[in-house]
T-cell receptor
Framework: KAGVTQTPRYLIKTRGQQVTLSCSPI?????VSWYQQTPGQGLQFLFE???????NKGNFPGRFSGRQFSNSRSEMNVSTLELGDSALYLC??????????????FGNGTRLTVT | AQSVTQLGSHVSVSEGALVLLRCNYS??????LFWYVQYPNQGLQLLLK??????LVKGINGFEAEFKKSETSFHLTKPSAHMSDAAEYFC????????????FGAGTRLAVHP
């Protein structure tokens, strides 16, 4: 079974631009969540989608948004990029809604560098 | 609010020595706890999880963790370190009602030397 696939692996953008990251979950998984990983703040939850509905959102500005499609694939968008948005963005998928009985499977991430 | 504290951002052990990575949690309700491992340039891989079935949890690659409510701890251990265990390890707690939201500790980087 193929794992969680994130594209692209690396991105370099300029301040003020916007970016879209893509995540294809494991087949059959309906939940997709996104995390930001930085050396200073560690791993922080961005948002989670289940069957195209956002169920939970982390404490990030409105510049960060996401969506999920009917095939469970998800995208996240960051508008008006800032230097502090440079990070590894991780996507994770799961079969159902609760982490305790449906562990998260992570992709290898998209490394975003903002210059 | 729930939180996780990992004591020691860097741990170094010799190959064959005991690995002990510390994790303490804060939760107002019985928590669900996890350990993840991250190798360079990769995502996170689940090592093991505690979901109240048993206090001693065995995971992959010879790792295990013991849930101690009285100490609010969930330390990760492995009897004998291998060079391939060198990685960053994250302890996490499942957010109450947060569906698949995990709250992670800051991580512990494990170095294994010959």
């Amino acid at each position: 079974k193929a794992g969680v696939t994130q594209t692209p692996r690396y991105l370099i953008k300029t301040r003020g631009q916007q970016v879209t990251l893509s995540c294809s979950p494991i087949s059959g998984h309906r939940s997709v969540s996104w995390y930001q990983q930085t050396p200073g703040q560690g791993l922080q939850f961005l948002f989670e989608y289940f069957s195209e509905t956002q169920r939970n959102k982390g404490n990030f500005p409105g510049r960060f948004s996401g969506r999920q499609f009917s095939n469970s694939r998800s995208e996240m968008n960051v508008s008006t990029l800032e230097l502090g948005d440079s990070a590894l963005y991780l996507c994770a998928s799961a079969t159902t809604g609760l982490a305790y009985n449906s562990p998260l499977h992570f992709g290898n991430g998209t490394r975003l560098t903002v210059t | 609010a729930q939180s996780v504290t990992q004591l020691g951002s860097h741990v170094s052990v010799s190959e064959g020595a005991l690995v002990l990575l510390r994790c303490n949690y804060s939760s107002s309700v019985p928590p669900y706890l996890f350990w993840y491992v991250q190798y360079p340039n990769q995502g996170l891989q689940l090592l093991l999880k505690y979901t109240s079935a048993a206090t001693l949890v065995k995971g992959i690659n010879g790792f295990e963790a013991e849930f101690k409510k009285s100490e609010t701890s969930f330390h990760l251990t492995k009897p004998s370190a291998h060079m391939s265990d060198a990685a960053e390890y994250f302890c996490a707690v499942s957010d109450i009602g947060g569906y698949n939201k995990l709250i992670f500790g800051a991580g512990t980087r494990l170095a294994v030397h010959p």
